[in-house]
């Protein structure tokens, strides 16, 4: 099935991001949040970095208008009627994720699909919850979705080759990468990075060596364009956390275990660059 018109739920960082690849690929993309002043205020956002790209010379002024013409922010759930496909981006609660589902499925097409963006959360639960378990399906962009190439895709056990398929080629459609995970926590990126930051976590409360000296010796030594405990003050200490916790706690195997250090972290309120001050300080 070809997917034309888009609904984005969750107007914040990443759906907001989302929205903006979809229009910028020529998809109509309605966005919507918990009310219709959230959805405005997400798209206001989308416009301004629009801004930026044509200030910068990236961007033509006429693009800028193009894209901003194919995004409607919506008053409510009832403006995703239409839409072939459903992305969900809100906040990384597994009950909240399944409470919209139930409130925007009667508004949609019996036909549409239905993605979570969700980091953590099991897709095969999240479709369990709805009535087209087999049109149900992981669609996992990375931070930031304008500019990261990759997408997830998240086979959960009901998801259905022609679910996948359509996502798959819309993904494509999008100017992404994909890559195909099976539903088992982590998905194929957060396996191999929270480990990673975790690791580097360890190091540092060990003593091993200082945060910038781990941050270089990874950067130079591995080729990765930022060291780990600058990237986990990036993504935010407590979402690393939340993640290790269930890789932990799902897959049950001691070396996910969180290390402490990332937990006194989180516990003194020092969450990265969002709070000014994580593994470095971002406050002056
Ligand atoms: P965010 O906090 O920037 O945005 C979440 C948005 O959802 C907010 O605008 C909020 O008002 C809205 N929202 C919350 N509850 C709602 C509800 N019941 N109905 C409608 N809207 C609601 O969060 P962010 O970072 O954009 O994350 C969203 C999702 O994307 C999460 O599932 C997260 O795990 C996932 N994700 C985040 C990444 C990141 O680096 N931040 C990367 C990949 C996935």
């Given at each position: 099935m070809a997917i034309e018109r888009v609904a984005v739920i969750g107007a914040g960082q990443m759906g907001g991001g989302i929205a903006q690849v979809a229009a910028q690929a020529g998809l109509s993309v309605v966005l919507a949040d918990a009310t219709p002043e959230l959805a405005a205020r997400g798209l206001s956002r989308i416009a301004a970095g629009l801004g930026k790209l044509v200030e910068k010379g990236k961007l033509p002024a006429s693009g800028r208008e193009a894209v901003l013409a194919r995004i409607e922010a919506a008053?409510?759930?009832?403006?995703?009627?239409?839409?072939d496909l459903a992305i969900e981006a809100i906040v990384e609660k597994e009950d909240a994720k399944r409470e919209l589902f139930q409130r925007l499925e009667p508004h949609l097409g019996p036909r549409a699909i239905l993605a979570s963006n969700t980091s953590s959360i099991s897709i095969t639960a999240l479709a369990a919850a709805t009535r087209r378990p087999d049109r149900f399906i992981g669609m996992h962009f990375m931070n930031p979705p304008p500019v990261m190439q990759l997408v997830e895709v998240i086979r959960g056990l009901q998801t259905s080759d022609e679910t996948w398929a359509a996502v798959t080629t819309l993904a494509k459609r999008l100017g992404k990468v994909t890559v195909t995970s099976r539903d088992?926590?982590?998905?194929i990126v957060n396996r191999v990075l929270i480990p990673l930051i975790n690791e580097a976590c360890f190091a540092l409360q060990e003593g091993l060596a200082s945060a910038e000296d781990i941050d270089t010796a990874v950067k130079l030594g591995l080729n990765h364009p930022m060291g780990p405990l600058t990237l986990a003050d990036f993504i935010g200490l407590d979402t690393c956390l939340y993640i290790a916790e269930v890789l932990h706690r799902e897959l049950?195997?001691?070396?996910?275990r969180p290390a402490a250090l990332l937990r006194q972290h989180v516990a003194a309120g020092w969450l990265g660059r969002k709070a000014g001050r994580g593994f470095y300080r971002y406050d002056g």
């Open positions: 008053p409510g759930l009832e403006a995703c009627a239409g839409a088992v926590p982590g998905f049950g195997e001691d070396k996910y």
